[in-house]
């Protein structure tokens, strides 16, 4: 009986010791981390399911743009050969060349999006009406969904750097997580060119 309590009063201190070194914590916030990023998997895999079908009634309507169609195509192909796991957002690397993909896939599917302009036709389909709504739904999912992820790793990584919490995460091994970055900072770091001009020449 003895030995009982023993062990219960062991369990308790150790159970206080832990929480208290932000341990619990850290296992919160990874948690919640990994929700997160399913639900960014989620998402794209939605945007990646409804492509098919999008290509298929634009193929209907604009026959003669097979560059754009097969763009997206390939897009969709090069988004599917990445295995879209909880490890991926593990990896920086591999976090970065699903960025990449996803990316080629948005520009894609904008084009897309561009050439379904030309055709008052395809425009005025139900089906295709239907599948650009669903789409667009998806792409404010997408954002909501990352704004989520960017939030719960920021708080992760904020306890996992932070000091005495940093010491726990070392000793579990609990590692700063990557994050999504900006898709386009290339361009986005460069200043646009303003050519009043343009209309003159």
């Known amino acids: 009986m003895k030995q009982l309590v023993r062990l219960a009063l062991l ?20 948690e919640s981390v990994a929700a997160a990023w399913s639900e960014v998997l989620n998402q794209y895999q939605r945007r990646a399911d409804l492509v098919p079908n999008l290509v298929n009634v634009v193929k209907g309507y ?3 743009e097979e560059e754009v169609l097969l763009g997206v195509t390939e897009a969709r192909a090069k988004v599917g050969s990445i295995q879209m796991t909880p490890e991926l ?8 060349k ?9 520009s894609a599917l904008s ?15 139900e089906n295709f009406r239907d599948l650009s709504a669903q789409l667009e739904g998806t792409e404010n999912r997408i954002t909501v969904s990352r704004n989520r992820y960017i939030k719960e790793v920021q708080s992760f990584n904020t306890t996992a750097r932070s000091f005495p919490t940093n010491l726990t995460a070392k000793l579990f091994g ?24 343009t209309e003159k020449k």
């Open 11 to 30: 369990a308790a201190i150790l159970s206080s010791a832990l929480s208290g070194c932000g341990y619990n914590t850290l296992q919160s916030q990874d």
């Open 62 to 64: 604009a026959k003669h």
């Open 89 to 96: 957002a593990k990896d920086e690397v591999a976090l970065k």
């Open 98 to 106: 699903f960025q990449e993909a996803q990316a080629g896939m948005t």
């Open 111 to 125: 084009r897309l999006m561009v050439v379904a302009e030309k055709y008052p036709d395809l425009k005025a389909n």
């Open 174 to 197: 609990l590692n700063v997580k990557p994050n999504f970055s900006v898709e386009n900072e290339k361009a986005i770091s460069t200043a646009p060119k303003v050519d009043f001009n």
